[in-house]
Structure formats: structure tokens, C-alpha cells
């Protein structure tokens, strides 16, 4: 797992060996003990190198250990052997070195990189910290604001970015280990007194009892709940003020509290289940490693409101051709100028140049007649979308694919304009669609293997992550999201005020509860979607719709043109229109009071247990239903589509990975108590398959696929 060769007479090479990404397994960590020692007291070994097989260094501690009993030698103490030795020992970094991989390199006396190597401590998003030496190391390295900076967030550095902060010595373009080589063989005698990181002082801010302050509350600010970031600033605290050997100390103690976590267990949940999700596969037997993506280079975007706008953006800067169609001219040079800044602004925090030359625009559908690809992306209109995909049918080439960005109507329905059926997939972005890391694919009945694996390949270019989802009303996101924002309405019925509701969501960890979300989206959006489905009377009260109970209230509002922000008033007041600082407003106060009084409800307090087990187990609820309709392959599908596209705080795992925690029996006794005080709330109504999992030992979440898949009597 670590082999040891001596190479240009006196360098003593170690390279690591535990493919894909040399983690440091317990294997690698006795082969770093053994090449190490052996290279030290080797005396025709002068100097060393330390390099990664495959060309990679090292993707840090190996992820798959700590959910089981750790053994090895641990860390700490190889890396204080390494910086203590008495010979130079230069890292080598090609690919990566994270996490533990770079304090392996924080340990060598010398760090020579590759330009585009990746280096970071990442450990804050598996809810950790850099607990080999990392926290204490860094901070005396490149000073305690730069330190934060990258501990606290976790991003990753190119190996040019790193030499610019001080973090290594040299960057290179050619082979790396011959480089080091070369330099290691250079060094040779020289004084190591000022390379051994440990022993250097912390450069630290002039006040630092201020300083720390000020980080703290920002960081905790907006950590939402989470712990790492917090504990991350505590350990670089201790590298200020602290000697190395109390500091580590510090590190360990802290890490200690963190690795046993919920919290952790919920982050390295989320780092597998993205992979997870990127090994998809349908009931149609379309799959991952077995359907061949289509090579796309030109794709047409049609319609450029605020989703195609996004849309083009990400897909210029992922290096495609774009044909970009908007009918209406005076749209379409609003959408050109509006490209052309969201591209400008995006590139400069990219620090890439600019890439809006590759960018088409046209009033003329008859545009896109060459491309590969076509994203529509008009009005939440079916009659509209019917009568562009016909078009779109006939007027591209027999090949190319036809997605929609719709997000809710039928795919299939969509399919059936066409001559190909099979050539047509939702691509269903979220906004901003070129900022927002998830899109679903949708495959309908018909879709081809070849059309979902190249919605899911350019998914992957724009630097998404993309979920293959089963064809249905909202698909997984919207869909579990009615029961959600349902039952939110509900509450404020029977007495809460949206403040009270958005506290406790926002407690848990939202970024925002789902009154604000529905001021920033806009209330008509949903207006309108329950017109289309014929839910809305207007001027009418009646609270029972299509035989299930219903909250006219957001219908309510958007009659008196309260629309959200975007009117300055919603659920909320703001200072004006398109203002973001929501206050309560007393005039909704006295609005509920009288709509109460109205339907002769009494309104009672409402905690916010009660908030978070209504809202949550109802969206729970309806992810048991979609992975028992097969509408999602397993749990993380439905978590990373949370997490990435709704604000589902990463540190609980997603919705269904929460449920897991809290523990399936307990969320299946709440929601039959639940429905049992509503049993005119359908989505109340605890899904089969939750009560199939209870009734199999609730089982790890990792087995749920084995089960959902299981015959089973519907008895
Ligand atoms: C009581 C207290 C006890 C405390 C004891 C603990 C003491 C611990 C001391 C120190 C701790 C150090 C902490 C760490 O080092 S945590 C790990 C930090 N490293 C990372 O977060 C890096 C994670 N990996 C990545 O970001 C990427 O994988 C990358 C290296 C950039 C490569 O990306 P890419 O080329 O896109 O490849 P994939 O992401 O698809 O990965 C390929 C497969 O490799 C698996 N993988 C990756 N990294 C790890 C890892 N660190 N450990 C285990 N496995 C890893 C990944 O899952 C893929 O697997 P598969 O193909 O099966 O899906």
C-alpha cells in the first residue's frame, strides 16, 4: 500500500498505492510507517520524496473507515515522525491532496505541485476537521485569515492558487516526482530548522480577541445549525494562541466531538449518496455504465424568461454553442443584455475570461434546425408547450433531442407530439439555473436509454448534479414539496403566524422557511398551477376542494395582489417591491384573525415540534410513496434533490436520511396521530412502504433499495 525505491542514487521514493484516490486507509497508513522508518535510517537514502501512484497524491483519510471499527496507526503521530526526520522529505502532488492528503504534504518539509492539482481541507463538509495536525499547521503557514478562509469552507485550491498563498514552494507543468526529485536531490545538508511547520509561530491579526469574534458570528451565522465550521474557527483559535502541542490537543478534542456526530453521519451520507446518484439506472434497464451519451456541442434554448436565461448561461460557461430563441423581440433583447451580465459577473468571481461569443441569438424558432439538443424552456403552459414540441419535431434533425424544462407537466404527454417519443426527457433546472447545483431528468415510459444518458452528460458538463427521476406530476422536488407547503397553510389556519412556521424550519436549518421561499418565488406561481388543476374559486372561502381539505389562503392573497417581494407584500411586508428584508405585517395579523373567525376555527399555539413533524413527515411521507412507485431508484436520489434544490440543511443528510434518524417507527407513530386528528388530509396518511420498512426492523437506509424492491403482498 506505500512502496519504497531509491532512485537517482540517493532519493528515497514512497509512493502510495490504494487506488482510486490513495486514501489512507489503515493499509496505507502502516506502509507510510514502514517506508518512512525505513527510509530514515537508510544511509544511502539522503533525501525523500513522497508521491501518489496513479497521479494522485492523496484524496485524504479513507471515508469508508469511519462508519466501522477504525484500526491502524493512527495519523498524528506519522506526520510529527515525518516533519521531525533529519533528512528533506518533499511531497509530490499530482491530482489531489485533501484532507489528510494535504497534511501528509503540511508534514514534508517541501511542497512541489502539479498547477492543476486540487488541494483543500474538506473535512467541515464531511462534518469534521483537519484533525492530523491540519488546523495547527496551516494557520503558522499562510497566517490565521487565509487559514479560516479555507478550513471553514472546505474549497479546494489549483496548485497555482496555493503557491500564491504560500501553502507550497514550486509549481510545475512537467512530471511533478521528477521535479521533486530534482529538488530533493538539490537540497541535500540544508538546514531544516525553518521547515518543520510546527515549530514556526502563528502570524496572527493585531486584535485577536475581536477578530475571532467577528469570524465566529459570521460563521456561525451562516453554518445554519451546523457544527464543523464552528469548531473549525475553535481549533484555528487554538493555533493562535496556543503552542503546537496544546493546539493539537485542542484539534483532537474537538474533532472527538465531532466525529461522533449525527452530523457527521449525515455529511459522509451526502459525499456517498452523490456518487450514488451518479451511478443511475432506470426500470426501462437504461443505465450509467451501459447507456452511451450522444456527443452534444450545440444545444438551442427556447424561451429566455428567468429559466432560459440561467439555462444559456450555464451552458456557455460549460463550453457548449448555444442557439438562444425568444419570439417576442423586446424580450429577447432584454434576455441578451441580461445574459451578457449575469455571464460577465459570473466569469469575474470564476477569475475565467469571458465566453459569450458562442452564444446565438434568434427570433426564429427555425434557429435551432442544427443543434443536438433543444431545451424548452416557455410558460408553465401545456397548450404551449404542445403546440413547440410539433414544431420542434419537425423542423430539427430525426436525431435531435427534445427536453423541456417544465417543472411538473407530463413528459410523456410531451413525447406523444412527436415523431420520436423516444428522443424526448425533462431537464428540469432550478433558479438561478446557472448558480443551483441540481437537475432532475426525467425519463418518461418512452424515453431512450441514449436520450437519458446525454440529459445526463450535459448535466455533468454544467457541473450539476444530476438525478434520473420517473415521469409524474412535480416529479420528486415539487411533488414533496405540496405536502410541505400545505401543510405550512394548514397551521397558519389553526393559529400559527408564518413567523412562528419559518422560525422553526429555519431552526432546523433552512435557509429560509417556506413563507419567505414563497414571497422570494412569487405566490401567483403556485396560484397558478392550482388554477390549472382547478382548485381555485375565487372569492370563495370553502375549505374542502375536490373532497380533501384545502387552504384558500395563499389563493386569498394573491386575489388582494400580494404576490411576494416582488409586490413588496405577500406573507410578509417589505419596503417596497423587489425589497428582501421580510417583517411581519400586521395587516396579515388581522387578515388571519378574521378568516379564523370566519370559518369558526379557534386558534391555538402551535410549537415548533409541531411545525417541523406536520411539515416535514408530510414531505417524508411522500418520498416513501415515490420510492415505493419506483418514481426515484432509492433514498439518496430523493436527499440529493433536496439538499442541492430546495435548501434541505446538508448536516441532517436529506428527508428521508432524517427519517432514518429519527427512526422510521417514531415518524410512522406521528404521522398516524396526526391523521388522526386530520383525516381529511390524504397526504397524512402514512405511505406502505413506510409501514413495510417499520414492519422489517427499520432497517439501515443503505438497505431500503433491497426492500423496495422486494415482492410484497399489497394486503
Ligand atoms: C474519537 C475521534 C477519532 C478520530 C479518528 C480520526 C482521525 C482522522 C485524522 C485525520 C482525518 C482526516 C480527515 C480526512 O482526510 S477526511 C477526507 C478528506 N478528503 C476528502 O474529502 C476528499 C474526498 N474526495 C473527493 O473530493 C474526490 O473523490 C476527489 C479526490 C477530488 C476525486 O474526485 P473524482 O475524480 O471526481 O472521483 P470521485 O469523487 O468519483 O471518487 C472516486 C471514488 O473514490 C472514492 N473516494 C474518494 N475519496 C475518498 C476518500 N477520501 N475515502 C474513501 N473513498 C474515497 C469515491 O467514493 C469514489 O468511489 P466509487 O467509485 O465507489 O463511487
Not at 467541515?124 to 476537521?129: A, R, Y
Request: some cysteine; aromatic content about 6%; overall charge neutral.
Amino acid at each position: 500500500m506505500a512502496a519504497l525505491t531509491r532512485v537517482s542514487g540517493s532519493v528515497g521514493l514512497i509512493s502510495l498505492l490504494n487506488p482510486p484516490v490513495n486514501a489512507l486507509s489503515a493499509a496505507v497508513r502502516q506502509g507510510i510507517v514502514d517506508t518512512v522508518r525505513r527510509a530514515v535510517s537508510d544511509p544511502q537514502v539522503k533525501s525523500v520524496v513522497i508521491c501518489g501512484q496513479n497521479g494522485v497524491f492523496c484524496g485524504g483519510a479513507d471515508i469508508k473507515e469511519f462508519g466501522g471499527h477504525m484500526s491502524g496507526p493512527p495519523l498524528v503521530p506519522i506526520f510529527n515522525t515525518i516533519e521531525a526526520a533529519d533528512k528533506p522529505v518533499v511531497a509530490a502532488i499530482e491530482g489531489s491532496a485533501l484532507g489528510g492528503g494535504l497534511e501528509l504534504a503540511l508534514a514534508c518539509h517541501y511542497r512541489i505541485t502539479q498547477s492543476k492539482a486540487r488541494l483543500g481541507l474538506p473535512e467541515v463538509s464531511l462534518g469534521l476537521l483537519p484533525a492530523a495536525g491540519g488546523t495547527q499547521r496551516l494557520p503558522r503557514l499562510i497566517g490565521v485569515p487565509a487559514a479560516l478562509d479555507l478550513i471553514t469552507t472546505g474549497r479546494h485550491l489549483t496548485g497555482a492558487e496555493a503557491l500564491k498563498l504560500g501553502i507550497v514552494d514550486q509549481v510545475t507543468d512537467q512530471n511533478t516526482v521528477e521535479a521533486a526529485v530534482k529538488f530533493a536531490l538539490s537540497i541535500v545538508g540544508q538546514s531544516l530548522e525553518s521547515r518543520r511547520i510546527s515549530t514556526l509561530p502563528c502570524p496572527c491579526p493585531a486584535d485577536i480577541d475581536a477578530f475571532f469574534e467577528g469570524v465566529m458570528q459570521r460563521v456561525k451565522k451562516s453554518a445554519h445549525g451546523a457544527i464543523a465550521p464552528v469548531a473549525c474557527v475553535q481549533a484555528v483559535q487554538a493555533a493562535a494562541t496556543l503552542p503546537f502541542t496544546q493546539g493539537m490537543q485542542r484539534e483532537q478534542e474537538l474533532m472527538a466531538t465531532l466525529f461522533g456526530s449525527g452530523q457527521a453521519r449525515a455529511l459522509q451520507y451526502c459525499f456517498f449518496s452523490q456518487r450514488v446518484v451518479s451511478k443511475w439506472s432506470s426500470p426501462s434497464g437504461s443505465r450509467w455504465d451501459t447507456s452511451k451519451p450522444k456527443p452534444v456541442t450545440k444545444v438551442g434554448v427556447i424561451g429566455l424568461g428567468t429559466m432560459g436565461r440561467g439555462i444559456t448561461v450555464a451552458l456557455a460557461l460549460a463550453g457548449l454553442s448555444v442557439v438562444a430563441v425568444e419570439t417576442q423581440q423586446q424580450q429577447m433583447m432584454a434576455a441578451q443584455h441580461a445574459v451578457s451580465g449575469m455571464l460577465e459577473r459570473t466569469a469575474r468571481r470564476r477569475g475565467v475570461s469571458l465566453v459569450g461569443d458562442q452564444i446565438r441569438y434568434s427570433v426564429e424558432l427555425e434557429a435551432v434546425a442544427d443543434v443536438e439538443l433543444v431545451i424548452e424552456a416557455v410558460f408553465e403552459d401545456m397548450a404551449l408547450k404542445e403546440k413547440l414540441f410539433k414544431q420542434l419535431s419537425t423542423l430539427c434533425k430525426a436525431d435531435t433531442l427534445l427536453c423541456s424544462n417544465t417543472s411538473s407537466l407530463d413528459i410523456d404527454h410531451l413525447a406523444s407530439q412527436t415523431h420520436s417519443p423516444q428522443l424526448v426527457v425533462g431537464m428540469h433546472f432550478f433558479a438561478p439555473a446557472h448558480v443551483m447545483k441540481l437537475l432532475e431528468v426525467v425519463y418518461g415510459p418512452r424515453s431512450a436509454p441514449q436520450a437519458v444518458a446525454t440529459a445526463m452528460e450535459l448535466g455533468k458538463r454544467m457541473g450539476k448534479v444530476s438525478v434520473a427521476v420517473g415521469n409524474c406530476s412535480g416529479f420528486v422536488g415539487n411533488r414533496m414539496l405540496m405536502p410541505y407547503v400545505e401543510e405550512a397553510s394548514f397551521l397558519v389556519e389553526e393559529g400559527a403566524s408564518p413567523e412562528i412556521v419559518d422560525r422553526a424550519l429555519e431552526e432546523f436549518g433552512f435557509p429560509m422557511g417556506v413563507f419567505r421561499m414563497s414571497d422570494l418565488s412569487g405566490l401567483d406561481v403556485g396560484w397558478k398551477v392550482r388554477k390549472a388543476r382547478g382548485l381555485v374559486e375565487p372569492g370563495q372561502m370553502s375549505r374542502v376542494r375536490q373532497g380533501r381539505r384545502y387552504s384558500p389562503l395563499g389563493d386569498l392573497l394573491c386575489e388582494q395582489g400580494r404576490f411576494g417581494q416582488k409586490t413588496g407584500r405577500g406573507w410578509y411586508l417589505y419596503d417596497s417591491a423587489g425589497s428582501r428584508e421580510a417583517q411581519p405585517d400586521p395587516w396579515l395579523q388581522s387578515f388571519l384573525e378574521e378568516y379564523r373567525a370566519r370559518q369558526g376555527l379557534v386558534s391555538r399555539r402551535i410549537d415548533s415540534q409541531e411545525v417541523l413533524e406536520r411539515c416535514l413527515y408530510a414531505l417524508i411521507n411522500e418520498g416513501f410513496n415515490i420510492l415505493q412507485e419506483g418514481i426515484a431508484a432509492g433514498p439518496e436520489d430523493i436527499d440529493m434533490i433536496y439538499v442541492f434544490g430546495y435548501g434541505f440543511p446538508r448536516h441532517r443528510g436529506g428527508p428521508m436520511f432524517y427519517a432514518s434518524q429519527v427512526g422510521l417507527a417514531q415518524v410512522l407513530q406521528r404521522l398516524e396521530h396526526y391523521q388522526q386528528l386530520h383525516p381529511d388530509i390524504p397526504h397524512l396518511r402514512p405511505s406502505s412502504l413506510l409501514r413495510r420498512l417499520v414492519s422489517s426492523g427499520s432497517p439501515r437506509i443503505q438497505r431500503w433499495r433491497e426492500i423496495i424492491r422486494m415482492p410484497h403482498s399489497s394486503l
